[in-house]
């Protein structure tokens, strides 16, 4: 891709993301289920749409991986709201604040993203062995997926955030929806600060499966952070639609983990066997729908603890 489509399309990236700052948030306080409805299909719906365009640019098979990679990083991303509600609960982060936080941690994640996305390009070009060691990664990391049981996330623990405290000092209160505040002449970051923090940092670390997973559908740097950059767009809506419903899916770590080891195999195994991306594709939306309809009819009455993903930076 030539540098003006690179340009273009962060422009295009950045103007989403004001929108949805601006629009969503326009009538202040509390989000409704409606409305976060509403602007989490608007905004998946926007990142399919965006195959279109690359299909009259680069092809029928272009397009194809970025609607698989969008698949991937969609839908790996959702299953990091497990932890995100996790986080906002330690910090017991008001509801109303709790989508400025999501937002601005998931634009910081989408930065450090894109650097992870660069160093994995860098890798793969160099050094071929990389895509056996990607695909490898995958594979250990679907089969711990499938037996993971619940966790507990403890923030207090974190390298990341014990590293903010000794940088930033920090207060044990909110002040309304500020990051900083100064008190006694001195600035500090508030528990909304600590969030937006975790969450970047903890996305970044569940990134360590889903970049090599779309690197195992395409080798288009393009492609990748366009995936990345539109699966993250609009996640923050979709917390607010999935906040009560993540419990009930009691099953999507198994269909998780079955995508991250089909497209492992398909890495590890990319110099013997070519498997075609449309067959790649059909074959995630089957396993992710399989997922949702055997979670949906055996869903208990009594909805057991989230689940989370336990990798943490």
């Known amino acids: ?47 399919g749409i965006v195959a279109v365009p690359l299909f009259f640019a680069e092809g029928g098979r ?15 991303s959702t299953d990091n709201l497990f932890v995100f509600a996790l986080l906002l609960g330690y910090f017991a982060v008001p509801r109303r604040d709790q989508r400025r936080v999501l937002f601005w941690g998931i ?11 660069l160093v994995g390009a860098a890798l793969l070009n160099a050094f ?12 250990v990391t679907g089969a711990r ?11 207090e623990r974190n390298v990341v955030l014990r590293t903010m405290r000794r940088v930033v000092p920090m207060t044990g209160r909110f002040h309304g929806d500020r990051f900083i505040v100064k008190e006694n002449g001195f600035k500090r970051g508030t528990p909304l600060l600590a969030a937006l923090v975790l969450v970047a940092a903890f996305d970044v670390a569940f990134a ?9 559908v395409t080798r288009n740097t393009f492609v990748v952070f366009a995936a990345n950059a539109l699966s993250l767009l609009g996640l923050a809506s979709l917390y607010f639609v999935l906040a009560g ?5 009691t099953y999507l770590n198994v269909g998780l983990a079955i995508v991250l080891v089909l497209v492992g195999l398909k890495m590890t195994l990319s110099d013997v066997v070519s498997i075609p991306v449309w067959l790649s594709l059909l074959a995630i939306i089957a ?27």
């Open 128 to 139: 071929h062995a990389t895509v056996y060691l990607f695909g490898a990664f995958l594979i």
């Open 145 to 155: 997926m499938a037996r993971r049981e619940e966790i507990k996330v403890k923030p």
């Open 62 to 76: 272009v397009a194809q991986e970025y609607l698989t990679g969008f698949l991937i990083e969609k839908s790996l």
């Open 287 to 313: 396993v992710l729908a399989l997922t949702i309809v055997v979670s949906l009819v055996h869903a208990s009455p009594s909805p057991p603890a989230s689940k989370a993903r336990s990798d943490s930076p």
């Open 245 to 249: 419903l993540l419990a009930r899916f």
């Open 107 to 117: 634009i910081g994640a989408l930065f450090l993203r894109g650097a992870f996305i």
């Open 208 to 216: 360590v499966d889903s970049i090599p997973a779309i690197f195992a």
């Open 1 to 47: 891709m030539s540098v003006w489509v690179w340009l273009v399309f962060g422009a295009f990236v950045v103007a989403m993301f004001a929108l949805d700052l601006v629009a969503f948030n326009r009538s202040g306080g509390e989000i409704s289920l409606r409305r976060a409805a509403i602007w989490s299909v608007a905004w998946t719906i926007l990142g």
